[in-house]
């Protein structure tokens, strides 16, 4: 399974970003992708998953937006948009691949992680 995440890059604030994350390797349906993200100097903060198959979404309760998940399943691609991006919006943001098919909220709960995309917002 491999994770390929993209997007990322310098924006102004106020401005929005669409990352992608592209799924493959996985021959069953039953899973989730999440999307956490890791400021300098801080941990790993969950801030949303969608089911694959249902196409369910759940977001954290500790990283503010407006944060969207969505999935297109033809091109297996879990994308997040980041509307009016802010300067702490800054930080590496990883894709992950769930252990079942349960979107849990923790780290633990993801089996399969990308590389991350490096988001960047100026003011």
């Known amino acids: 399974v491999q994770l390929q995440a993209s997007g990322g890059g310098v924006e102004q604030a106020g401005k929005s970003l669409r990352l992608s994350c592209v799924v493959s390797?996985?021959?069953?349906?039953?899973?989730?992708v999440g999307w956490f993200r890791q400021a300098p100097g801080k941990g790993r903060d969950f801030i949303a998953a969608i089911t694959w198959k249902a196409g369910g979404t759940y977001y954290g309760n500790s990283v503010k937006g407006p944060f969207t998940i969505s999935r297109d399943s033809a091109k297996n691609t879990v994308y997040l948009q980041i509307d009016s991006l802010k300067p702490e919006d800054t930080a590496v943001y990883y894709c992950?691949?769930?252990?079942?098919?349960?979107?849990?909220?923790?780290?633990?709960?993801?089996?399969?992680w990308g590389q991350g995309t490096q988001v960047t917002v100026s003011s």
């Open positions: 992950a691949q769930s252990r079942g098919g349960v979107a849990g909220a923790d780290e633990s709960d993801y089996e399969y």
């Open positions: 390797g996985r021959s069953s349906s039953s899973y989730a």
